[in-house]
């Protein structure tokens, strides 16, 4: 019998409700602890110990858990970039605990970490170009703000510490943003904060075009309606999709729908196996109105 067969992988089902939310809102609330230390304020051991909590808690806690939830999803570029931010939030955590304690880690070892995540980050950034423009504007901040770092090692200087405020400070805004779009905007049923449309585009990926079969089906299906199970001419037949198939032979189509049980052929008088007329059979017939008029479904 004829039947619906599926040649994609299996559907997946997300385990867990979408974790990007919760990573950008613990990313926001890192980025605030970090403001006040960033425009120089409360460079204090009281200071830096409070910074350092919020930095574990939120910006490495909620980005790891929002990591692991993606990387359960499926989710590869999510779950790897979550997961990989939350370490790097927990390098800030140790960082400034030890600073609070009195303890400097080493300048160099910390800035060549810093110019491996800006490498790494900058491939991510094109490839969050595919998917939104605010989401290209996100990690594009998180390069600058890694740029201004990098400047601030190289030169021994402090020249850039106000830029880096600056791009601390639109790192929070812009996680909240995204979040609330990704919270919100389903919730309304309606676009309240937008969210830009992808700046490149992918190349499309090959697709099987079955209008050429529901043509046939549907020409098919039309003659039963009218005549019953009187054949249809093969001439007439590729005439009436002839739009559809586009100058190719209809009669490889044609053979693969009867093999299947849904086409029935009438061979020439003559006595050949050559097939000159078609019809639906009462399996083909079932199955149109399955699958396309969708008659197991009611309103």
């Known amino acids: 019998m004829i039947r619906k067969i599926d040649l994609a992988a299996t ?14 809102i613990g990313l926001a609330l890192g980025c605030a602890a970090l403001t006040p230390i960033a425009f120089g304020f409360r460079l204090t051991p009281t ?4 910074a350092a909590v919020m930095c574990l808690l939120f910006g490495a806690g909620c980005q790891l858990l929002a990591g692991l939830m993606g990387f359960a999803n499926k989710n590869l570029y999510g779950g790897t970039l979550f997961t990989a931010f939350a370490f790097n939030w927990t390098l800030n955590w140790w960082v400034l605990d030890s600073l609070a304690r ?11 970490v810093e110019a491996a995540s800006l490498v790494i980050f900058v491939v991510i950034t094109y490839g969050f170009g595919f998917y939104s423009g605010l989401l290209l504007a996100f990690l594009l901040d998180i390069d600058l703000l890694y740029v201004c770092k990098l400047a601030n090692a190289v030169a ?3 020249a850039f510490d106000l830029p880096i405020a600056v791009f601390t400070v639109g790192l929070g805004a812009i ?10 905007n389903p919730t309304a049923g309606r676009v309240v904060f ?42 007439e037949l590729e005439t ?42 009462a399996t083909g017939i079932d199955f149109y109105e399955q699958v396309v008029l969708k008659k197991d479904q009611f309103a």
Do not use: N
Not at 11 to 24: R, W
């Open 102 to 112: 009195g303890f400097v880690p080493d300048a160099a070892i910390v800035h060549a």
């Open 194 to 235: 937008p969210i830009a449309g992808p700046v490149f585009r992918a190349a499309p990926k090959a697709a099987f075009d079955s209008s050429l079969r529901r043509a046939i089906f549907a020409r098919l299906y039309r003659q039963w309606r009218e005549h019953g199970f009187q054949p249809l001419p093969l001439a």
């Open 156 to 158: 021994g200087t402090r």
């Open 175 to 184: 996680s909240l943003w995204i979040a609330f779009a990704l919270l919100v």
């Open 47 to 50: 200071g830096l110990k409070t």
């Open 11 to 24: 559907p997946h089902h997300e385990i867990f409700a979408e974790p990007t939310p919760l990573g950008l």
């Open 240 to 281: 009436a999709v002839a739009e559809q198939a586009a100058g190719r032979g209809i009669r490889p189509d044609l053979e693969y729908l009867a093999e299947l049980g849904g086409m029935v052929f009438t061979v020439a008088a003559d006595g050949s196996s050559r097939p000159e007329a078609a019809r639906l059979s």
